[in-house]
């Protein structure tokens, strides 16, 4: 986005260096008649050391720190002091840095943008909140890459009008981002990101995020491995930071819980081999971590080396769109139809996005309002958008900052900060806005809104399964309460029979059939073999169901 002059803004630390001209203000008042308008070749801005440059005036006779701070006025002319000239009569602007990403590994913005949009004109159209104030968005395309997004996150650095909060989605964009942001004195708040590793404060000591941690899905995993006996599991991941360490803390939870995990493969892009490994070693719970595109690129594998079915149970993640195995896909070599076939009957965890009590949120609206007046935002089908499930928390993230500006600012400037005095080099502001964020406390359309101590939001999970190409919910989990609710609607595939043979000196041999449940599964039954008790195992027919005692 090309900047230009905005009126009502007046940062006081970015300057323009004009050659062959006065110097004049990035921003704020534009200037005198006599002055050129620098051109986009000639401007230059103050750079930052995120890049390897000095941001604090080295070099230009301007010592580090706020400019026309005590111990600096001597170094600046008095007619290049800034001078605020915030107009009464109107709201003055506050800007917002974000990242969407429209494609890529998860094109969340297709629907977090039109949600944020929407926040942003329900927002500024309070007068309770912000009322000296408007909200407005720069935003650009991330394409959920890193170092797309490191180019956009130096323009919106380098480019005024300052922003006052940068807002990137997902969790490779955000750690690249929150890692810069302390530099500048930035809050970074995310809507779309869960890598575990963003809860480190001393990484990341300005980040917040109204999506929780992704290792809120493992204790659901672990209860549900618990509730059906399975003591042996197999894992597959696409090798990111976010799923590398999702993965680590699921391998502590489970070896807590007493299982093991057998077979651990991993894959950067292309997920042939290691399908083809958990063929080999028999895997049959597996777990699988990895970004929608990629998705489709295993489970078309697993079509091939047809590791689906009744013997065979796949979690996956739950943020994927709807219709993610229908979409068309010029990577893959799997019709729909054989698609379709291969995702039958997963189970998908995923935090609950949305509140399900049609209770009125701090906007007014419920949840069932703000999915309707989503819906006719969206350009396409809401199955067919992607972010459509991470939308409320995108809506909630205005909100959140939004109460935070207006605390901060003293709810119209009587007894706060004035927000137009942010700068890049003020941290006084940050730390106030960071206050304010920290102690975020309000119902939104995504249920109760606040942080923890590592910035991240507390939320319940959501289980479903692929029922006849649809996902249907099984049941919610609590994990601050270790409460299961499970609706017993889940279905699988065919019918077992378990045969058990038990011998004992009294009789040569006595056969035992039992008839499994829907989920082919056994339960807590006990037998007696002799003297012995053996547990009862949950198993699946193939290779599991022979259990010989006595």
Partial sequence: MEPGWISGVTPTSIWWAVPGASVVRASGAPPSPTA?????????????????????????GIRPGKLGASGNSSLIPSFLLPVNRTPHSERRAVYIGALFPMSGGWPGGQACQPAVEMAL????????????????????????????????????????????????GCSSVSTLVAEAARMWNLIVLSYGSSSPALSNRQRFPTFFRTHPSATLHNPTRVKLFEKWGWKKIATIQQTTEVFTSTLDDLEERVKEAGIEITFR?????????PVKNLKRQDARII????????????????????????????????????????????????????????????ITTEIVMLNPANTRSISNMTSQEFVEKLTKRLKRHPEETGGFQEAPLAYDAIWALALALNKTSGGGGRSGVRLEDFNYNNQTITDQIYRAMNSSS???????????????????TLIEQLQGGSYKKIGYYDSTKDDLSWSKTDKWIGKWILFIFSFSASEQSRKRVIHLNEGGLVGAIRLKCGSEVVQGQELRESGYNLTRCG
């Fill in 442 to 460: 309000f119902e939104g359309v995504s249920g109760h809104v606040v942080f923890d101590a590592s910035g991240s939001r507390m939320a319940w």
């Fill in 121 to 168: 004109e329900d927002v500024n159209s309070r007068r309770d909140i912000l009322p000296d104030y408007e909200l407005k968005l720069i935003h650009h395309d991330s394409k959920c890459d890193p170092g797309q997004a490191t180019k956009y996150l130096y323009e919106l650095l380098y480019n005024d009008p300052i922003k006052i909060i940068l807002m990137p």
């Fill in 287 to 346: 777990v699988g971590l990895f970004y929608e595109t990629e998705a489709r690129k295993v489970f078309c594998e697993v079509y091939k080396e047809r590791l689906f079915g009744k013997k065979y149970v796949w979690f996956l993640i739950g943020w994927y769109a709807d219709n993610w195995f229908k979409t068309y896909d010029p990577s893959i070599n799997c019709t729909v139809d054989e698609m379709t076939e291969a995702v039958e009957g997963h």
């Fill in 36 to 60: 050129r308008a620098p051109s986009p070749q000639k401007r230059r801005l103050l750079p930052s050391p995120v890049f390897g440059m000095d941001r604090c005036g080295r070099g230009l």
């Fill in 265 to 273: 493969q991993s894959f950067f892009s292309d997920p042939a081999v």
